[in-house]
């Protein structure tokens, strides 16, 4: 069964300081797909990033960065910078096939 | 980039009436659509694929015969909550896949929520 994990449901960071965001996944499959959602308290998706599973090099996307690590099954999201307006909800996510399945979130909120 | 519009935002009705949610790709073309629900400080939850032109394909555990989904053209999907109760009070997110499924990013609609009084 593919299951997505994430065991932060809350972390604080300093702006202007990065931070990781853990998220851990379990497939049987091959081929697959890893992504990154924010959840801003209005309730909206926004796509931050996306991983190959047969992508060799981490993605990138400006201050975001995935840290992919294969063998230990593991896509943590690296925030660099961080700005106040970063607080929200991030949910890691996983697409087997045709459907993306959500881990339960990770609440981030940024201070001054 | 791509834009999925939903409607309404936001919905209050009273026990046993039915709401349609609306879901519309307004600058490309949908085959899938996908209809999830998320519940106050959960993740969301897949409830089913919505093909167009063809039967949706509903998630283990969601009643099709309560949360009709109907894919009638490829930039529109509906959500319909039939006999609506309290515990259907939820929030509604659709999300879209432009054309075939070799695209990999899913573009999601801002949601709905429904209030069941």
């Known amino acids: 069964a593919q299951k997505i994990t994430q065991t932060q449901p809350g972390m604080f960071v300093q702006e202007k300081e990065a931070v990781t965001l853990d998220c851990t996944y379990d497939t049987s499959d091959q081929s697959y797909g890893l992504f990154w959602y924010k959840q801003p308290s209005s309730g909206e998706m926004i796509f931050l990033i996306y991983?190959?599973?047969?992508?060799?090099q981490n993605a990138t996307e400006g201050r975001y960065s995935l840290n992919f690590q294969k063998a230990r099954k593991s896509a943590n999201l690296v925030i660099s910078a961080s700005q106040l307006g970063d607080s929200a909800m991030y949910f890691c996510?996983?697409?087997?096939?045709?459907?993306?399945?959500f881990g339960t979130g990770t609440r981030l909120q940024v201070f001054p | 980039g791509a834009v999925v519009s939903q409607h309404p935002s936001w919905v209050i009705c009273k026990s046993g009436t039915s709401v349609k949610i609306e879901c519309r790709s307004l600058?490309?073309?949908?085959?899938?659509m996908f209809w999830y629900r998320q519940f106050p400080k959960q993740s969301l939850m897949l409830m089913a694929t919505?093909?167009?032109?063809?039967?949706?394909?509903?998630e283990q555990g969601v009643e099709k015969d309560k949360f009709l989904i109907n894919h009638a053209s490829l930039t529109l999907s509906t959500l319909t909550v039939t006999s609506a109760h309290p515990e259907d009070s939820s929030f509604y997110i659709c999300?879209?896949?432009?054309?075939?499924?070799?695209?990999?990013?899913?573009?999601f609609g801002a949601g709905s929520r429904l209030t069941v009084l």
């Open positions: 600058d490309f073309q949908a085959t899938t």
């Open positions: 999300s879209a896949r432009e054309g075939d499924s070799g695209a990999n990013v899913l573009t």
């Open positions: 996510a996983m697409r087997v096939i045709d459907k993306l399945i």
């Open positions: 991983q190959g599973s047969y992508d060799e």
């Open positions: 919505s093909n167009e032109g063809s039967k949706a394909t509903y």
